[in-house]
């Protein structure tokens, strides 16, 4: 079964931590866990039995409770992902089983936290995907003119991908976007399979001036039928800030997702 795992839990588009907006020296003790890992890319068939671990750390000074579930959601058009506990049209969260609901953990303490997706026999290639949360029971009060409680939770993605299902991207435009205030060379992206992918690998690019620099794209999961706008972002050098670039810039090379390859030759102009 072929697996691929980030590491450890800094906030990623992949595992959302979402909070009140609130300066971080307002905080008491509130949410207090990392995840590991907080993104799931595994593979199953239909009529098996996958299961699954999280490791949940409470890193408080005092015990910490948490409640546990899981989430349907969707990502916007501007990357933001919405949660929602109502049923998705074609969910698999009834396919999910979770250890308990409800866990609480002294300072320091790891939990090894069991997950299972039950796939239904003779179930056609699809994508399975969900969040499971993590939802903190211990408010953190704020302090300042008005005292109120607050509380957080984190959303560690699930893809699942049945029966053989892959993705399928295609470029179906580019162009060049203003991103804080600096031109960037941007590809739009289209998924016509039925499991989510991403873009990774480099491409050589020289820019009007004749510099030359590698560019990455942006990893954001591109959804069965969506469309994503893919930043080409410059790789720097250690220790150096990216390069500024200027347009026209000429970009060529391969981008991968999956074993497949996707050829880029273009010109991008301001």
């Avoid at 969506?226 to 500024?244: F, M, Q």
Wanted: aromatic fraction near 8%.
């Amino acid at each position: 079964m072929k697996r691929s795992l980030i590491s450890s839990l800094r906030l990623t588009l992949s595992a959302f931590l979402v909070f009140s907006t609130l300066a971080p020296a307002a905080w008491a003790q509130g949410f207090a866990a990392y995840i590991s890992p907080p993104r799931f890319e595994i593979r199953t068939q239909p009529g098996e039995s996958l299961r699954e671990v999280v490791e949940i750390q409470h890193v408080g000074r005092e015990k910490g409770s948490y409640r546990l579930y899981t989430n349907d959601w969707t990502m916007g058009p501007d990357n933001g992902v919405a949660f929602t506990d109502a049923l998705a049209p074609d969910s698999c969260r009834p396919w999910v089983a979770i250890e308990r609901r409800e866990l609480t953990l002294e300072p320091g303490a790891r939990y090894r936290y069991r997950f299972q997706i039950d796939v239904p026999a003779g179930t056609a290639p699809r994508e399975c995907r969900f969040a499971l949360m993590v939802e903190g029971l211990d408010p953190a009060e704020v302090k300042g003119a008005l005292n109120f409680p607050v509380s957080g939770r984190i959303g560690v993605i699930v893809y699942a991908r049945i029966g053989g299902a892959k993705p399928n991207l295609v470029i179906v435009g580019q162009q060049v976007t203003p991103i804080n205030g600096q031109p960037a060379a941007t590809l739009d992206i289209r998924n016509t399979g039925n499991a989510t992918g991403r873009l990774e690998g480099f491409l050589d690019a020289t820019d009007a001036d004749g510099k030359s620099v590698e560019l990455s794209p942006t990893d954001l999961p591109i959804l069965p039928g969506d469309t994503r706008r893919i930043t080409l972002n410059p790789v720097a050098e250690d220790g150096k800030p990216p390069p500024p670039l200027r347009m026209p810039m000429q970009v060529k090379g391969e981008l991968e997702w999956d074993d497949n390859r996707l050829p880029v030759e273009t010109r991008f102009l301001p």
